[in-house]
């Protein structure tokens, strides 16, 4: 089946420790994402890639780095830099059409907490 | 900054009554998807709408734009258990991957 793949889905983090949170899709979508949703808030742009080997600081983007080596791929790293990480972390992709917004569709996310 | 408001943030409706849910966009923007996101799930999408069009439906759910006031609703027809959930309403402008998303209604349906 087609979709994207969130691992692990539980993730500790010790004080001073950087992390990485895998993102796979085989959906063949050019454009993949990475939110950070907190309880009683929408979901807030870490990162975004419309094309390999290229990506784009959302609005939160402070403390975290990803990369785009492969289309399938965009893994999400986050550094001892992020002061308050404990989050629900979210993957998403979409078609890029250029023109017309078209849908996202999301991973089932990583529980990201602090030791 | 560009900003969605939802409203409710909570709604309780009885099994087979309708539920409500609205949002607010303040920027320019001509996609409206909505999605459900069950506990421990990743949102999915369950309708969107474009500003072009003023209403879309879907089986029990539709979606309406009134684009002048940048106002759009959710509406679920005969709830039933299985739709409680949280619904999040988002918001995109053309030319952009950005999406403004509201803070999220928790629907609690109750049988």
């Known amino acids: 089946d087609g979709g994207i793949t969130q691992s692990p889905k539980y993730l500790f983090r010790k004080e001073g420790q950087n992390v990485t949170l895998s993102c796979e899709q085989n959906?063949?979508?050019?454009?993949m994402y990475w939110y950070r949703q907190d309880p009683g808030q929408g979901l807030r742009l870490i990162y975004y890639?419309?094309?390999?080997?290229?990506?784009q600081k959302g609005d939160i983007a402070e403390g975290y780095s990803v990369s785009r080596e492969k289309k399938e791929s965009f893994p999400l790293t986050v550094t001892s830099a992020q002061k308050n990480p404990t989050a629900f972390y979210l993957c998403?992709?979409?078609?890029?059409?250029?023109?017309?917004?078209?849908?996202?569709?999301f991973g089932d996310g990583t529980r990201l907490s602090i030791l | 900054g560009e900003n969605v408001e939802q409203h409710p943030s909570t709604l309780s409706v009885q099994e087979g009554d309708s539920a409500v849910i609205k949002c607010t966009s303040d920027?320019?923007?001509?996609?409206f998807p909505w999605y459900k996101q069950e506990l421990g799930k990743g949102p999915q999408l369950i309708i969107d709408i474009r500003s072009n069009v003023g209403e879309k439906k879907d089986q029990r759910i539709a979606v309406t734009l009134n684009k002048t006031a940048k106002h759009f609703s959710l509406h679920i027809t005969e709830t039933q258990p299985e739709d409680s959930a949280v619904y999040f309403c988002?918001?995109?402008?053309?030319?952009?991957?950005?999406?403004?998303f509201g803070t999220g209604t928790r629907l609690k349906v109750l049988a």
């Open positions: 988002a918001a995109s402008g053309t030319g952009t991957y950005k999406y403004i």
């Open positions: 959906l063949n979508h050019d454009a």
């Open positions: 920027s320019a923007s001509n996609y």
């Open positions: 998403a992709s979409s078609i890029q059409t250029g023109h017309h917004n078209q849908p996202q569709h």
């Open positions: 890639s419309q094309i390999v080997n290229d990506f």
